[in-house]
């Protein structure tokens, strides 16, 4: 009888062989590391040779270790700008945190950035005008207006932006944002309206209040 091919992925791991320098660790058989060396190879080489890749990259790392465990995401993210030059600022926002994204503004023009801000709902779209049902929102037989983060992209991207920082994007719409933002994008905050915008606390509560996600 053929035995079925299990593959778990990283989080599963545990060796941890990618923490060390090759051939320091033995990996397990799953890795994708060892299972695509030629994609691995393909994919140094981007880093290297592909010059703004390598200067996210670079300056990535290098804003990492000045703030370890020190900074503030918020800190990290006016010192990725800095480094990066980028002192043109845009902030996706939802209409719902409005007030969350008043406050970055004010940091941020108050770090010596230049900010511009967009919210989820720009132009009022209607949402039936994509074809959605009026029993498919989320109150039937008002109107709704689309989120509109390809507008938002598109809007930044007019002003000229250079960063562009996520607060509180729907599910969705964050991927729509990500995948139409002519500048490189960071996450602010993450949209979790059950939970106060901690996503990760259902994780951290699956073995208890919310061990039904895993059932």
Known sequence: MATEKVYAGCALCGVKACDEALGTKTPPPFCHALNNPELLEEIRKVYTQNEEINRLSIESARTEARGYGEMTRVEEIMDFARALGALKLGIAHCIGLQYEAKLAYQIFKNGGFEVYTVCCKMGSIDKEEIGLLDTE??????????????????????LG??????????????????AHSKAPVTVLVAKERVLGHNPVAALYTSHSYYQHLKT
Not at 137 to 156: D, H, M, S, T, W
Not at 161 to 178: A, K, Y
């Open 137 to 158: 929102k989320v109150r039937p037989g008002e109107f709704e207006p689309l989120c509109n983060p390809i507008g938002q992209a598109a809007v930044l991207a007019q």
């Open 161 to 178: 932006t250079q960063l562009n920082i996520v607060i509180g994007l729907c599910v969705g719409h964050d991927s729509l944002f990500f």
